[in-house]
C-alpha cells in the first residue's frame, strides 16, 4: 500500500518542520509545504496530494477560502483543518466547503495518528472536543429545528453586551458603560459572534433586534 501522500499548509515554519517529521516518522510522505493559502491552493494543484492539513488564519487567503478553491479543483483530495480555532462558526464553515476533518493543535501525537488512521478508512477526522457541536448542529438541522435563542446561550454579562452592541455602541463604549476592560468587552463579543452564528457584530445586533433579544432605543 502506497504511503498517504500529504501537502502542509500553515504560515509557522517551525510547526510545519514538526508535523512533517511526525508524519515521516510513521511513514507518511510530506510532498510539500505552504506558507498561506494561495501557496497551497497552487501547491495543491501541482502536487495533487492524498491529504492538505489546512491551517485557518493565514496570510493572503485563509485557510476556509483555499479549501473550497482546491476542493473544487480536486475533490478527490482530503483536507482536514490543524488549527488553534474551536470557534464554532469555523468549524461549521470548514465543513461546509467540503473538509474531511477538524483538529486543534492541542491535541496530543497519539490522538493525532488515530484521526489520520481512521481518515484513510473513511471516518471523518474531528477533534472529540468538537465532535459534539457537529453532532448536535447536524442532528438540529435534520429535524428542522431553529437555533437556539441568545438567551438561553449567553451569560448575563454577554447579554449585556449584546444589547449595547445592538444599539450602536463601540467596544470602547461598552466597556466604559459597563466599567470592565475593553480587551474583557473584545472576548464577550467574540464568544456572541460564535453562539449566535453571526459573521460579525452588525448581524448579531440585527438578530438580537429582530428576534426580540433587545429593545431599539425610542427616540427622543
Do not use: C
Not at 510513521?26 to 502536487?47: F, I, P, R, S, T
Not at 477533534?127 to 449567553?154: H, I, M, T, W
Amino acid at each position: 500500500m502506497q504511503p498517504m501522500r500529504v501537502l502542509l499548509a500553515d504560515d509557522h515554519g517551525l510547526f510545519r518542520d514538526g508535523v512533517a517529521s511526525l508524519l515521516q516518522a510513521w511513514n507518511v510522505e510530506v510532498v510539500g509545504q505552504a506558507g498561506d493559502g494561495l501557496e497551497a491552493v497552487e501547491q495543491a494543484l501541482l502536487l495533487r496530494p492524498d491529504l492538505v492539513l489546512m491551517d485557518i488564519k493565514m496570510p493572503r487567503l485563509g485557510g476556509l477560502e483555499a479549501t473550497r478553491r482546491i476542493k473544487a479543483a480536486l475533490p478527490a483530495t482530503k483536507i482536514v483543518m490543524l488549527t488553534v480555532s474551536d470557534d464554532e462558526r469555523d468549524l461549521f464553515e470548514a465543513v461546509k466547503v467540503g473538509a474531511e476533518g477538524y483538529l486543534l493543535k492541542n491535541m496530543g501525537g497519539a490522538e493525532f495518528g488515530e484521526m489520520l488512521a481512521g481518515l484513510a478508512h473513511g471516518v471523518p477526522a474531528v477533534s472529540r472536543s468538537l465532535a459534539g457541536k457537529l453532532l448536535r448542529e447536524f442532528a438540529r438541522q435534520v429535524r428542522g429545528e431553529p437555533a437556539p435563542k441568545a438567551p438561553d446561550d449567553l451569560t448575563e454579562r454577554e447579554k449585556e453586551v449584546l444589547q449595547r452592541v445592538a444599539r450602536g455602541a463601540t467596544n470602547k463604549q461598552v466597556a466604559q458603560q459597563l466599567g470592565i476592560a475593553e480587551s474583557t468587552v473584545n472576548y464577550h463579543v467574540k464568544n456572541i459572534l460564535g453562539r449566535l452564528h453571526a459573521r460579525n457584530r452588525a448581524e448579531a445586533a440585527v438578530r438580537a433586534l429582530r428576534e426580540g433579544f433587545v429593545e431599539p432605543e425610542s427616540s427622543p
